[in-house]
């Protein structure tokens, strides 16, 4: 039997890298293997990859020496970083310097990093169209991925910069799911207008993911955008309503509202989707249904994920 090549796959125990892992280790035909990094190998998601096949290896992203370790040997890596789970830019953009750096070292023969778009390259700071949050953003989570691309390419790594789209699992997760108003009525509420907003099953972004590295080097260099869908809020609501059989409608709120929400996050949200709106050609163009179809034939559209996954929407 040849040497498989392995695939060092950060966040393999969360939705993009879980997603990756899983595509590759239930391909018995395929060219690689899994090491899947985790902080913790004892967790049971840790277990089940291990029971699949994976090999499961203990570091952090935010400790170089564990990062190195965990790509000694490999032919590529899946780097991603978790904003939510810290809201700081500045420690994502330090771990990206990290994972490039370390992957440099290594000599990875190809590496995918999870990015977005720098906002800031569309709206200006000293443009108060969208507010500047923290001093020198305007949509953090966003900004700090996309900056850190130069890490990459300053370091000289053999990269494909892959860009994810909303997830629709955030009517499940995040909160966005139809709500119930005072007139006992369900909507959802987005800041979109009546702009399409591409989006995806968080399952699908790991299998295009494992669709990009086995297209290999014509990737290299490259931005691809992943999508499984591309529908305004409206038709959202329609699919919805289809799926529920009880009306939905949307709530069409500003920007300006939105980020006067008052959650966690509500002013990095409300900047993100006025992008989405007011930029709609330059997100959607790069966010490639028929591509992303093409590295993962199992594609889900929005109606497909919903048959699959609305009864584990939470609905109040």
Known sequence: MSQKKIITVFGATGAQGGGLA????????????????????????????????????????????SVRKALEGAYGAYFVTFFWAHFSPEKEMAEAKIYADAAKEAGLKHVIWSTLEDVRKYVPLDDDSMPTLR???????????????????????????????????????????PKRGEDGKFSITFAMGDKKMAGIA????????????KKGEETIGKRIGVAGDQVTCAEMAKTLTKYLEEEVTYNEVTPEQYRGFGFPG?????????????????????????YSRELNPELQSFEMWLEENGKRIPLE
Request: proline content about 4%; charged content about 30%.
């Open 135 to 177: 001093g020198k953003y305007k949509v953090p989570h966003f900004d700090a991925k996309g900056e850190s691309d130069q890490y990459f390419i300053d370091a000289g790594v053999p990269v494909t910069f892959m860009l994810a789209s909303w997830y629709f699992d955030n009517l499940i997760y995040f909160g966005a799911g």
């Open 22 to 65: 899983r595509a590759i280790l239930n391909d018995p035909n395929s060219e690689f293997a899994v090491r899947a990094v985790t902080r913790d190998p004892e967790s049971d998601k840790a277990k089940e990859l291990v029971a699949m096949g994976a090999e499961v290896v203990k570091a952090d992203v935010d400790d170089p020496e």
């Open 202 to 213: 968080a399952a699908d972004i790991g299998k295009c993911a494992y669709g990009i590295f």
């Open 266 to 290: 509500a002013d990095d949200l409300g900047n993100m989707f006025q992008f989405y709106r007011d930029f709609d050609e330059v997100c959607n163009s790069v966010r490639d249904v028929n």
